[in-house]
C-alpha cells in the first residue's frame, strides 16, 4: 500500500492567549501548503482515506488535500494520531480496515519523523511543516518493511532520490541504518 505521512502546514504562533488545540494555519502556511498539495496532484496520489487528527492545524491542511485532489473518499478526524502514534497503532488501523491500498495521513512532529524513522531504518528524523513522505508499506509479520518512493517539501518541491531525502529528514544527521537498496525495502 502507498502510505502519505502529512505534516500540517505553518500554523498561526502559540501565544499566552492561545491554545494550541486551536492553533490554525497561517497566511504562509496555506498558501506554501497548497503548492504541497498541487504537488501530490501531480504525482497521481490517489487516497481511499484522508486522516487528519483533531488540531485545527492539521484538519485545515488535510482539508486543503482534499480539495486540492477533489477527493471524495472518508476524510476522518480521529485521535489515533495523536500524542504517540506509532506503527503499532497504524498496524491496528490497518487490520481493522482491511485492505486500504492508499492512505493519507495528517499529523504532527515528533510522532510522523519517528515513524518514518523506524520504517526506513533512520534515527533524528522529522518532517518539517508542510511536508510529505510517501512510502511503499507491506505489512508483514511480524515486521513492517516499508521503501521510499518521494518526499514533497513545504515548499512544493518534488524528492525523488533516496539520499537526499534522507539528508533533509535528519538534517544531515544521520544516515540508515543499514545500508539501503530496495531488495531490503520492498
Keep these: 500500500m502507498k502510505l502519505h505521512l502529512i505534516r500540517h502546514a505553518e500554523a498561526v504562533d502559540l501565544s499566552a492567549t492561545s491554545v ?7 497566511c504562509r502556511g496555506r498558501t506554501r501548503f497548497r503548492r504541497v498539495a498541487e504537488t501530490l496532484k501531480k504525482c497521481g496520489i490517489d487516497p ?8 485545527v492545524r492539521a ?14 473518499g472518508e ?3 480521529l485521535p489515533l494520531l495523536g500524542d504517540g502514534f506509532c506503527l503499532s497503532r497504524l498496524r491496528e488501523f490497518l487490520e481493522e480496515r482491511g485492505g486500504v491500498r492508499e492512505l493519507a495521513l495528517v499529523g504532527h512532529e515528533p ?17 518539517k511543516k508542510g511536508g510529505v513522505v510517501t512510502l511503499n508499506l507491506k505489512l508483514q509479520q511480524p515486521e513492517t518493511v516499508a ?5 514533497v517539501t513545504g515548499g512544493g518541491k518534488l524528492i525523488t532520490d533516496h539520499d537526499t531525502a534522507v539528508t533533509r529528514l535528519t538534517g544531515g544527521r544521520d ?8 531488495s531490503n525495502h520492498q
Design 20 to 26: 494550541d488545540d486551536y492553533r490554525y494555519l497561517s
Design 48 to 55: 481511499e482515506i484522508i486522516i487528519s487528527t483533531p488540531l
Design 59 to 72: 484538519v485545515q491542511s488535510a482539508e486543503i488535500v482534499a480539495e486540492t485532489l477533489r477527493f471524495s
Design 75 to 77: 476524510l476522518l478526524i
Design 111 to 127: 510522532d510522523l519523523g519517528l515513524l518514518v524513522g523506524e520504517l526506513l531504518g533512520l534515527t533524528n528524523c522529522g518532517i
Design 147 to 151: 521503501r521510499f518512493l518521494w518526499m
Design 175 to 182: 544516515q540508515p541504518t543499514e545500508e539501503y537498496n530496495d
